[in-house]
């Protein structure tokens, strides 16, 4: 008998049974919507801590320094900026400071930094300008404010061009920051740039806290990264205990490590979903099998064969699987939307979780299908004939 | 008429039955000719049962010889038993067994189905083996909208669909009443005029004398021309 033949014949035993099918089916469209929902979470809040990330700047290096005993120059910052794979260098001096404009008053963090911050941070300006290498020199009361800040004192108001009062001092406001949104407690949009010369005066220190370094490209940055460490230790002998230096793609491995793991448990926790329906469907199919005792011995006495039952039953298992596995997906792929304009979560579908949980819910279903169609393929028929 | 188209010698079949062993079929040997009616008597417990599915290759002998169109049963498998089934015997059961999911058509399809007839001749084959009982207009019915003897009918149809060497026929009448029985059993008298070779087993005497050839069979024990010992016994 041909498969096609088999896969008719278990659609129609199916149909006839629908609130059983139904209700066996669950399972599976639990367990694989499941694992389609979680998944694609895992995976979209993986690919949103990522993007973050590169926010933050790309093949970013940066240098800490803890006290003051560590005195960064501008020399020392001239001769790293020399070094192979370094693409541009901005040294940072920050602190916070009260601002106020008219009657509005803030406290805000100040960045003192150079022009080059622009692009090691990847940080964009959206009206305006942003502080240039000249205004560092003339010790420029010019700032560039972040797009929270410039709503908390400006309202709606265009700020270029107008003043505000930093610690007491009148500086011009030159450009606002395009919004990076926060994360993981750096950047945020409450912030003021100001040229480092000027901000080194607002933090009345002249210790530069933070230097960071953009490198040529990604697959370098371990070999700038030591670069950098052997520089500093040939230009701070015996302080290593005073800076560190921390490299952005350690970060990001250590991120996507912990989402991939998040990835994989919550793709596992749902998988156990997906063996719970499988036992389900072999329930059913135990029980289609004790209730179809005298349909199996008729068939085998009018020929039907050891292989033909054992396909019959088989097939039927897979075919629920199978279409459970195929409304799951339907089910998955539109609760994961409505999840995501509920909660406003970021959730990613690849086609690859989906065809894998669909073929894992297929092979549930043989392998939970083998042990009933087993079972009914063997039975005597004389006695299967007998049974009522 | 050549070789016989059953031959079955000295075939013993015996069952543990709380540690006692059982003769079911004690040394039975018999030949059945192509186109013979023969019918075969027994009380229940008589090893009827056990003599039909033999016969009707549901089973193996434990010894003896079994031969069927001149092969030997004894010495198939499983699966070899099945096709024998499909192709050489059509079962005709007390309580019809049809399939009740399935339409009379679809359940005069089924042997066909397994013999691997592609689906336009499979339905040609069953619709002229619908006609053959008579029941042709009713092809779409499922069994419960039929009779019980338009459903014997449908199972008979089923039984001839794959143009088998014989027809076996357990106690085809015995879940039917006497007007429906007697249709029944002219159907058969008429496939049997037709050619086709019938094994009926009854413990029905009055059914039984309507076959051209009756044994019986009593304790396991098969005595032949049953007509004339059937005389000596009382139960009949």
């Known amino acids: ?388 | 008429m050549g070789q016989p188209i059953i031959q079955i010698t000295n075939l013993m079949k015996t069952y543990k039955l709380g540690g006692e062993t059982v003769h079911a079929l004690n040394n039975v040997s018999i030949k059945i000719e192509k186109g013979e009616f023969l019918a075969i008597i027994g009380p229940s417990g008589s090893g009827k049962s056990t003599l039909m599915n033999m016969v009707g290759c549901l089973d193996r002998p434990q010894s003896g010889k079994y031969l069927l169109d001149g092969k030997d049963i004894g010495k198939m498998n499983d699966n070899q038993l099945a096709v024998i089934r499909n192709q050489k015997i059509g079962f005709i059961f007390q309580n019809f067994n049809l399939l009740t999911k399935l339409t009379a058509l679809e359940n005069v399809e089924l042997p066909l189905l397994y013999a691997g007839v592609p689906a336009k001749e499979r339905k040609a084959r069953a619709m002229e083996s619908l006609s053959k009982v008579g029941l042709k207009e009713r092809a779409g019915h499922l069994p419960t909208q039929l009779s019980g003897g338009q459903q014997q009918r449908v199972a008979i149809a089923r039984a001839l669909a794959g143009n088998p060497s014989i027809l076996l026929a357990d106690e085809p009448t015995g879940a039917l009443d006497s007007k429906t029985s007697k249709e029944i059993l002219s159907l058969m008298k008429e496939l049997n005029e037709l050619g086709h070779t019938i094994i009926l087993i009854t413990h029905d005497l009055a059914i039984a004398k309507q076959a051209g050839r009756m044994v019986s069979i009593q304790d396991g024990q098969l005595l032949e021309n049953g007509g004339e010992l059937i005389g000596n016994m009382a139960i009949y």
């Open chain 1, 1 to 388: 008998m041909g498969i096609w033949q088999s896969i008719k014949m278990a659609l129609r035993s199916i149909q006839s049974n629908k609130l059983r099918s139904a209700l066996t089916m669950l399972g599976m469209i639990i367990g694989v919507s499941s694992v389609i929902v979680l998944v694609s979470i895992a995976q979209g809040s993986a690919q949103n801590v990522t993007s973050r990330i590169n926010q933050l700047g790309t093949n970013l290096l940066t240098i800490n320094t803890f006290g003051t005993d560590l005195a960064l120059t501008e020399d020392k910052i001239n001769e790293l900026s020399k070094l192979n794979g370094v693409k541009a260098i901005s040294p940072v001096v920050s602190g916070r400071v009260n601002v106020k404009k008219d009657k509005t008053a803030s406290q805000v963090s100040v960045t003192g930094t150079n022009a080059a911050y622009s692009d090691v941070r990847d940080t964009k300006v959206k009206q305006g300008r942003f502080i240039t290498d000249l205004d560092i020199e003339y010790r420029q009361k010019i700032a560039v404010i972040g797009s929270e800040t410039a709503s908390t004192l400006f309202g709606a108001e265009n700020p270029v061009g107008q003043y505000i009062q930093i610690e007491g001092t009148s500086f011009k406001v030159v450009g606002v920051l395009a919004s990076k949104g926060s994360s993981m407690g750096q950047g945020g949009d409450n912030t003021i740039i100001v040229p480092l010369s000027t901000g080194q005066r607002l933090v009345k220190s002249t210790t530069i806290n933070q230097v960071y370094l953009q490198g040529k490209s990604e697959d370098q940055m371990d070999v700038v990264m030591n670069e950098v460490k052997l520089a500093l230790a040939g230009m701070y002998p015996n302080k290593s205990d005073s800076y560190s230096v921390t490299n952005q793609k350690d970060l990001m491995d250590t991120m996507s490590s912990v989402t991939n793991t998040m990835t994989m448990m919550l793709g596992g926790i749902a998988g156990i979903s997906l063996l719970v329906g499988g036992i389900g469907i072999m329930n059913i199919m135990l029980v289609s099998v004790s209730e179809r005792t005298k349909e199996i011995g008729i068939r085998k006495a009018i020929g039907a064969k050891r292989r033909d039952v054992l396909l019959q039953f088989l097939i039927e298992a897979v075919v629920l699987s199978g279409v459970g596995g195929l409304i799951g997906i339907l089910a998955g792929v539109g609760l994961g939307k409505m999840l995501s304009s509920l909660f406003s979560l970021t959730v990613s579908f690849t086609s690859s979780v989906m065809i894998g949980s669909f073929l894992f819910s297929l092979v549930v279903g043989v392998i939970f299908g083998v042990f009933p169609a087993n079972k009914a393929s063997k039975l005597n028929p004389i006695q299967a004939l007998r049974y009522e």
